[in-house]
């Protein structure tokens, strides 16, 4: 049927009309319509869950590993106050948990709960770390049981693990574990950034397990800045000694004076050198095949290249030492700061182990009476000064500092204040007294106790974040 104009022209008319409500329905479709997000509650995009896995930052929990607890134990601080600790890692090398929920629980002999306390920490990816709650107060009642529980339901992100350590543990020393145990151990920021309230945990263990828990807190370390931290415990660890030897392989620098002055008892042979280094060598002897020694004599100036640098071979070290001789040339002094500088230098080779202890033992008979202070040669004060700064330099290094003080002309409490402790300094009022000085120190050394240290400064880093 032909249509005449007017009919084609109101077909045409609305056609246009709903063309247009078409085009605008649709652009308002797509005005209105929520672009997909991870956060709109529908499983959209390439996720792999609701809002989760594929170009989502948070990852879905039954992608992943949970937490997996490696041991938990409670430790008695003193009657009705407790520790309770749980090492812990999150085994997921591509997700980090930005807030991880823990309880802590204590109960009495009936099964009553006396404490519930609640903490937040966090995990990166791949992290091994101390879930951790200390000082525990029961107000006098003894708890039997403690229950550690992890909140379920935390939230995974996408991370890396980091590439390199923010912290870096350079030492530690454990010291009295027998009466009031402390460890003190020497960290540095190895980062251009200042850290702020940085955690910091301990454990000290023997063969059977932990023995020992505390925790700390850094509350600035500024840019590459090296810093000692303290743990203490109020009393003493109890632990298995049975069957052990050294708590760990020595890295140990002798230090001996051979100043004029050791030849003051005698010159035929000079004594009381020879004594001092016959001790020396009984002491080389004391040593295992896992212990590295090295030599440093001293006088005006130390021997240069130093007498023997560190070395498994302990027949070098005592050959060095068997070496050693008074020199004639010129009056020789006492010159304990290049000692102790040149011992410094040694443990910073590669000679020096990273799984060794680093210690040095200084003998000298005599106080610092060189080098001179240039504005003014008169000042006794410098030499002491210049070698107190060297050997705080050492111990910044994490290397134990035992001092031996020969004859009654020693300056003791400059020994006593250079040593790592107080103790660590032995008087030996002669020659003879030597080889007993240098058992004890052995002993010392070599003191069979808790033999694992483990310390973990924790920096909240999600590695490399994607967030979306």
Known sequence: MKLDWAKRRQLITLAIFFGSLLLIGTAVFFMVRARPTCFDKIQNQNETGVDCGGVCALQCVDTHQGIKTIWTKTFVVRKGMYDVASLVENPNLDASIPQLNYTIELFDASGRTILSRSYSTFANAGDHFMLYGGGLDTQGIEATKARLTIAPGYKYVKASPPQQRKI?????????????????????????DTLNNVPVTATVSDKNGPVGVSETYIDELQPRETKKITFTWPQKFIYDAAGQTCAAPVDIMLVLDRSGSMASDGSNPPQPLSMAKSAAEDFVSQLTKDDQAGYVSFATDVTSPIDQPLTQDLTRVNAAIAGTQIL?????????????????DEFSTQRKRSDARQAVVLLTDGAPTDPKDPADPKNTKYPITIA???????????VTLYTIGLGGDVNVDFLKGIATLPEYY????????????????????????????????????LGETTTH
């Not at 107190?388 to 994490?398: R, T």
């Not at 020659?431 to 070599?446: D, H, M, N």
Request: proline share 6%; glycine share 6%.
């Open 168 to 192: 870096s543990v350079l030492g530690y020393e454990l010291q009295t574990p027998d009466t009031t145990p402390q460890l003190v151990a020497t960290v540095q920021n190895q980062t251009t």
């Open 328 to 344: 004639t040339s010129g009056l020789q002094l006492t010159n304990i700061a290049a000692a102790l500088t040149a011992a410094s």
């Open 388 to 398: 107190e700064n060297a050997a705080k330099d050492l111990k910044s290094k994490g």
């Open 426 to 461: 032995y008087a030996a009022p002669s020659g003879s007294e030597l080889g007993r000085v240098y058992k004890q120190i052995a002993t010392t050394i070599c003191k069979k106790g808790p033999s694992v240290v483990e310390i973990i400064p924790r920096i909240y880093e």
